[in-house]
């Protein structure tokens, strides 16, 4: 599958080539910057003062901080936490504070590399690099049909990239399928949300961490994964209730007022105890459920079904321990509850996230300061994702089966309607299946390394080692996904470019170009921009000159949704408010001058369903698909290790300030007394099994997991060479946090290792 240096291919329109600029060291270079000025803020690279500061969304979670970052001789050489920004309030968490320091790395992709007829990958030209993919992906169009051809994106690039990606790859390039890391991650919420209120909508503020007196968090980790919202629930003055639903004790846990310590993917038989409890000793609010809600009778008589006794011994968890909780929230007054991936990741996960809506809805804590069924999202722009990719949904968060949806956004993209598909893409877990199947031949990855990050990874490296075409779009030529890649397309990162982001509460936040992108890598817009000329179709797309324009694109797209942003005055209002939170229409805009910093959903009782009703949606336990045996007696958990680590690592191990933050090794937890048992001593090498791999790392020792239980952090590459694909039926989500090992001591340690908890 190696491609020829020359591919002989004529491109089918010519990209007016860029100017030919000095870099600041003397070297020259053909870079495709933004115009300054060009988004109407003065803030482009080419055009920031010399000397000063300006203010961007940081590019790693989905809290969303705001950055100041310092400028000097026109490039950005500093940064301190903003504390001007309603987010973070002067709070930064160790990856924030070193976020200019990852774009400097040998490992960075700064020229596009073609796999030669040796098998190496070697620097090309752009205008080779864009004649080749645009090439391939007609060749194998050409042999092999439309579905033959699929992308695979991220939750990690600005709206207007992920916008720009969705309509050229699927409205210009007749490419059918284009799935995300998003759906590793929020699809669970995306449907859940979708199905319960219409929309799918997070109702809350980042306000209501301070203004709960019950807050419970239900499969998430904040002091790991979001420290600064964590910050947030320590700013909270009501001395709330903390309840953690965890099989873990983690950092969170210990910090909870309640540990509900259940056992892996008990959550939603313990939810419905709840639940139960909670109508039983009437702690709903009647009148909201009758005039907001539907489905409560159904409801009640499903939960009558999860007493107390059974769902203790099924859970693990004590009878008094679940009355307390549910008493907490039953009399809270305002009561959030808050759900990550514990929850997200599993393969009843759609129908465990709506048992939590259930319990804020009959509750009546929902559209209040401090309450909500609150989905905390991961990634930086992951919800960007959700609205703008054009995969699942259209544009916008339309309907690509509704015809009245397509002639709609036809209309704001100024295309033809027919360009549109009427159908939304295969999931990713079908787009791997159509790899194995030989249906999809060529694949397109752009800021995502499913190498390292898709479930049951050995057999994804070698399903992605089966295409005709590899074309991997990352900052970095080292990703485990980009070293299997037979094109590499060097992007420009976070503060090398512009665009949006929107965080966990809705709110678009700006990132701005305040470096120069190194060598010849380009922003992923004008990477997009390239191929789209190549490709044949600059005419479709000619509105679409920079970031900034395509936001008004966006925004014509979004009127009358729920995520309207009509009423949102370009970059600058965004830059001045400290973000703005969808929805902002064109009418709020008239009544109020400014957006309120702090806005949450639902305060009028009305959901997005025709009826203006949420559902209450309950479902049968669903068995776990892989239990623990005799041959394989430990269930392994895995997820975030440290703050200071970044998934698959790629931008976080460039920092030396962060990896003196982490273990460096593979490590795994377990408990002391399964230690015992099985002779491991805290720091030796350990094999871990499971049915599809064998895997080595260090153990340690650790309290903080159960008996019978193990977690393994992702951030290691092998990790995924163990976990078993499995999926939520609704959303396609990967069950990740839940599979059967067996673990044995490899060796003892000369030294033992340090420990890091
Ligand atoms: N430092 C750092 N921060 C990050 C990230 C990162 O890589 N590093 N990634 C970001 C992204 S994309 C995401 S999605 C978020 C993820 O943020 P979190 O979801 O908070 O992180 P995880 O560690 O994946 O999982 C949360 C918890 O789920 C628990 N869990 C496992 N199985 C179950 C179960 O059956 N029931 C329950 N109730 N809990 C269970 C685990 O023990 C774990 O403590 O973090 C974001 N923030
Ligand atoms: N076992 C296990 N596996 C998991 C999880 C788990 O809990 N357990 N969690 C899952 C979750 S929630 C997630 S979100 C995924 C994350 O999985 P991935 O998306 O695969 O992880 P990242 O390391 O964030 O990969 C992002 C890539 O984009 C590149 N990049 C960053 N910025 C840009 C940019 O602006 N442009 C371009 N072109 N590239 C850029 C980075 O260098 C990196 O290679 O992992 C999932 N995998
Ligand atoms: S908490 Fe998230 S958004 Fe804030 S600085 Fe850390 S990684 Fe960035
Ligand atoms: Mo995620």
């Known amino acids: 599958m190696s491609i020829g240096q020359s591919t002989g291919t004529k491109p089918v329109s010519i990209l007016p080539l860029p100017p030919i600029l000095q870099r600041r060291d003397g070297t020259m270079t053909r870079e495709l910057l933004l115009k300054p000025g060009q988004h109407g803020l003065g803030m482009t690279h080419d055009s920031l003062a010399a000397d000063t500061t300006t203010t961007a969304t940081c590019g790693y979670c989905s809290t969303g901080c705001g950055l100041r970052l310092h400028i000097k001789d026109g490039e950005a050489i500093g940064l301190t936490p903003e504390t001007n920004y309603p987010v973070n309030l002067g709070m930064a968490c160790p990856k924030g504070w070193e976020a200019l320091r990852v774009l400097d790395s040998d490992e960075r992709a700064t020229t596009p590399l073609l796999r030669d007829s040796g098998g190496k990958l070697q620097p090309i030209s752009w205008?080779?690099?864009?004649?080749?993919?645009?090439?391939?992906?007609?060749?194998?169009?050409?042999?092999?049909?439309?579905?033959?051809?699929?992308?695979?994106?991220?939750?990690?690039?600005?709206?207007?990239?992920?916008?720009?990606?969705?309509?050229?790859?699927?409205?210009?390039?007749?490419?059918?399928?284009?799935?995300?890391?998003?759906?590793?991650?929020?699809?669970?919420?995306?449907?859940?949300?979708?199905?319960?209120?219409?929309?799918?909508?997070?109702?809350?503020?980042?306000?209501?961490?301070?203004?709960?007196?019950?807050?419970?968090?239900?499969?998430?980790?904040?002091?790991?994964?979001?420290?600064?919202?964590?910050?947030?629930?320590?700013?909270?003055?009501?001395?709330?209730?903390?309840?953690?639903?965890?099989?873990?004790?983690?950092?969170?846990?210990?910090?909870?007022t309640q540990h509900l310590q259940l056992r892996p993917k008990s959550d939603l038989a313990l939810l419905y105890a709840i639940t139960n409890w909670l109508i039983e000793n009437d702690h709903v609010d009647h009148e909201f459920v009758h005039s907001h809600t539907r489905g409560f009778d159904e409801l009640r008589e499903h939960v009558a079904k999860f007493d107390l006794g059974t769902v203790s011994k099924s859970c693990g968890v004590s009878e008094e321990s679940i009355v307390r909780a549910a008493r907490s929230i039953g009399t809270g007054k305002a009561v959030s509850l808050w759900w990550t991936m514990g929850v997200n990741q599993s393969y009843e996960g759609t129908r465990t996230a709506q048992a939590i809506i259930n319990i804020a809805l009959i509750t009546g804590n929902i559209g209040k300061p401090g309450t909500g069924a609150n989905s905390i999202t991961g990634q930086c722009n992951a919800m960007g994702s959700r609205l703008w990719s054009s995969t699942t949904n259209l544009f916008g968060h339309h309907r690509f089966e509704s015809e009245a949806d397509r002639i709609k956004v036809a209309e704001a993209l100024n295309m033809d309607v027919d360009c549109i598909p009427s159908q939304g893409s295969w999931k990713y877990d079908r787009i791997i299946e159509g790899v194995r199947r030989g249906e999809i031949k060529a694949l397109w990855v752009i800021a995502t390394n499913p190498a390292h990050s898709w479930i049951d990874q050995s057999d994804v490296c070698s399903l992605l080692g089966k295409l005709d075409f590899l074309a991997v779009q990352d900052m970095y030529h080292t990703t485990e996904t980009a070293r299997l890649a037979d094109l590499v397309l060097?992007?420009?990162?976070?503060?090398?470019?512009e665009g949006t982001f929107i965080n966990s509460e809705r709110r678009y936040g700006l990132l701005k170009k305040v470096r120069r992108a190194p060598g010849q890598a380009l922003a992923d817009f004008q990477i997009l921009k390239g191929i789209a000329h190549y490709w044949g179709a600059a005419e479709q797309f000619a509105e679409w000159t920079d970031p900034e324009a395509v936001f008004r694109i966006m925004q014509r797209a979004s009127r009358d949704q729920p995520c309207d942003?009509?009423?949102?005055?370009?970059?600058?209002?965004?830059?001045?408010?400290?973000?703005?939170?969808?929805?902002?229409?064109?009418?709020?805009?008239?009544?109020?001058?400014?957006?309120?910093?702090?806005?949450?959903?639902?305060?009028?009782?009305?959901?997005?369903?025709?009826?203006?009703?949420?559902?209450?949606?309950?479902?049968?336990?669903?068995?776990?698909?892989?239990?623990?045996?005799?041959?394989?007696?430990?269930?392994?958990?895995?997820?975030?290790?440290?703050?200071?680590?970044?998934?698959?690592?790629?931008?976080?191990?460039?920092?030396?300030?962060?990896?003196?933050?982490?273990?460096?090794?593979?490590?795994?937890?377990?408990?002391?007394?399964?230690?015992?048992?099985?002779?491991?001593?805290?720091?030796?090498?350990?094999?871990?099994?499971?049915?599809?791999?064998?895997i080595q790392a260090n153990a340690n020792v650790t309290a903080t997991v159960r008996r019978g239980q193990a977690f393994m952090p992702m951030h290691y590459e092998i990790t995924n060479q163990i976990t078993l694909s499995h999926f939520d039926p609704h959303s396609g989500q990967p069950s990740y946090k839940d599979c059967a090992v067996r673990i044995t001591r490899s060796a003892k340690r000369s030294q033992p290792i340090r420990s890091h908890v």
Request: charged fraction near 25%.
């Open 127 to 256: 205008e080779l690099a864009f004649e080749t993919f645009v090439q391939k992906v007609r060749d194998v169009q050409a042999k092999h049909g439309p579905d033959s051809v699929a992308f695979l994106s991220t939750g990690q690039i600005p709206c207007e990239e992920m916008a720009f990606l969705g309509a050229l790859a699927r409205f210009a390039m007749g490419i059918r399928h284009g799935d995300g890391n998003t759906r590793q991650c929020m699809a669970t919420a995306v449907s859940a949300y979708k199905e319960s209120f219409g929309f799918d909508a997070p109702p809350f503020t980042y306000d209501d961490f301070e203004q709960s007196d019950c807050l419970v968090f239900i499969g998430a980790n904040p002091c790991i994964g979001h420290p600064i919202m964590w910050e947030r629930v320590l700013r909270n003055r009501n001395n709330p209730e903390i309840i953690v639903i965890d099989p873990r004790r983690t950092e969170t846990a210990m910090a909870s």
């Open 490 to 497: 060097p992007s420009a990162g976070w503060g090398e470019k």
């Open 565 to 694: 942003i009509t009423g949102i005055d370009g970059y600058a209002e965004i830059d001045q408010c400290g973000g703005i939170q969808w929805p902002w229409t064109e009418h709020d805009a008239q009544a109020t001058s400014r957006p309120p910093q702090q806005r949450r959903l639902f305060a009028d009782g009305r959901f997005f369903h025709d009826d203006g009703k949420a559902r209450l949606i309950v479902d049968d336990i669903t068995p776990m698909p892989e239990p623990t045996s005799s041959e394989y007696p430990v269930m392994l958990l895995t997820g975030r290790g440290t703050v200071s680590q970044w998934h698959t690592q790629t931008r976080t191990r460039q920092s030396p300030v962060l990896k003196m933050l982490y273990p460096q090794e593979a490590y795994i937890e377990i408990n002391p007394v399964d230690a015992d048992q099985w002779e491991i001593d805290h720091g030796d090498l350990v094999i871990i099994e499971s049915r599809r791999g064998r």
